[in-house]
């Protein structure tokens, strides 16, 4: 599958985020500082644009399955911009990375792809499955003896945990409490940009 290779910090100034929404708080970027100043006004085109590739990013998935989020979103009840950052939300990857048994939703999208985690029992392999209110998340049996989520169930002790998650680490397990909310996504993101980009 295709990557983006570029460095988490250079990606995060370019796009205007913090890379502590990636699960990386302490990379920075020293090059080119002024570099934001120095660039002309964005187009409305570009605006949209970049609201995209931001969220692409965050989530780490590519332009045709991020489509297929929105022509689903745009088919649900609701607002299309909230309902695609709630589907989002829900990928199997980004609830193992909000539930703190991963540093970020790069090593939980590898982690969920290597089987590690099961849902309601049973293993689940696809980052991209939707969670829905009820199910269970858990650290498979034989995987929570791995000294890797030991160490990332200690370094993550104090990690805040969004609302709609119930997460119990002792047991490395999460129970999805609600459908997540478009207020309980901690990113700045203007997703009527990205909905108007598409209505085009």
Known sequence: MAK???????????LGISPAVMGY????????P??????RKKSEYAT???????VKFIYGILEKQFRAYYEKAFAMQG????NMLVLLERRLDNVV???????TRREARQLVSHAHFTVNGKKVNIPSY????????????KSMTLTKFKQVLEANATMPIVGWLSVDKTKGQATVA???????????????????????
């Open 178 to 200: 609600t459908m997540p909310t478009r207020d309980e996504i901690d990113y700045d993101v203007e997703e009527s940009l990205i909905v108007e980009l598409y209505s085009k």
């Open 79 to 82: 607002k299309t911009g909230e």
């Open 25 to 32: 708080a302490k990379k920075t970027t020293n090059r080119n």
């Open 48 to 54: 949209q644009l970049n609201e995209k590739q931001k």
């Open 97 to 103: 990375y909000r539930a703190g048994f991963a540093m």
């Open 4 to 14: 983006n290779m570029q460095p988490i910090a250079k990606r995060c100034k370019a």
């Open 130 to 141: 939707l969670v829905k209110p009820g199910d269970v998340i858990a650290i498979s049996e």
């Open 34 to 39: 002024g570099g934001n100043q120095m660039r």
